[in-house]
């Protein structure tokens, strides 16, 4: 079976308002099944920064696709704008569109919301219905001083996946500003190993 031509498309994003209106809406008409309902399809989600995205990202967010597809569900890809970021741990270094575009253009993303907030918080998750948050094994710390998942974490509502050794955005920051020719050394960084 031959993939079609929008397979290989980038995926149309929406923003989260947009994303929230619409479950409302259904919501209120009564046209959701409740989480863990006979037929529901269950939503997964991941969220990130995605700043200088790189093999990590990719990673984390195949760990999630796989997630979903365990569950029979769909994977929602959450994309933060740098005013959050910058609250939470510092301006990135791409503008909200470059790193949109290079998300949307990752293959296991189903669906792709902008404009997340960088907490993951039960209100949230609910008001786009999702049904688990999958996260990284690093702590993520809110511009509150708080676990970002720590809700989800309490409600039992997130799975947590490795994360990719050996890549940062961080140390690929640091390599930048750098600019030596010594990080290339062999023996010098350690090589990269992708986990499930």
């Not at 970021?85 to 189903?110: C, F, N, S």
């Not at 039960?122 to 094994?137: A, N, T, Y």
Request: hydrophobic share 40%; with cysteine.
């Amino acid at each position: 079976c031959r993939p079609s031509a929008d397979a290989h498309m980038p995926k149309k994003w929406r923003h989260v308002s947009e994303v929230q209106a619409e479950f409302a809406e259904k919501r209120a008409a009564g046209k959701l099944l409740p989480f863990g309902a006979p037929g529901r399809v269950p939503r997964v989600y991941i969220d990130g920064c995605f700043d200088m995205m790189h093999s990590g990202h990719m990673n984390a967010v195949r760990q999630a696709k796989l997630l979903a597809e365990e569950v029979g569900g769909t994977l929602v890809v959450g994309v933060h704008t740098a005013v959050d970021i910058e609250a939470a741990k510092g301006p990135p270094v791409m503008r909200d569109d470059e790193r949109l575009g290079l998300t949307a253009a990752v293959r296991w993303v189903d669906e792709l919301v902008f404009a997340t907030p960088y907490s993951a918080t039960l209100p949230f998750l609910d008001s786009i219905d999702i049904d688990l948050c999958v996260h990284g094994g690093d702590m993520a710390i809110g511009a509150d001083g708080k676990d970002a998942y720590g809700e989800a974490k309490e409600a039992g509502r997130i799975k947590i996946v490795k994360r990719t050794e050996g890549v940062s955005t961080t140390d690929l920051v640091g390599r930048l500003l750098l600019l030596t020719r010594e990080h290339h050394a062999p023996g010098l960084s350690k090589p990269l190993r992708l986990v499930d």
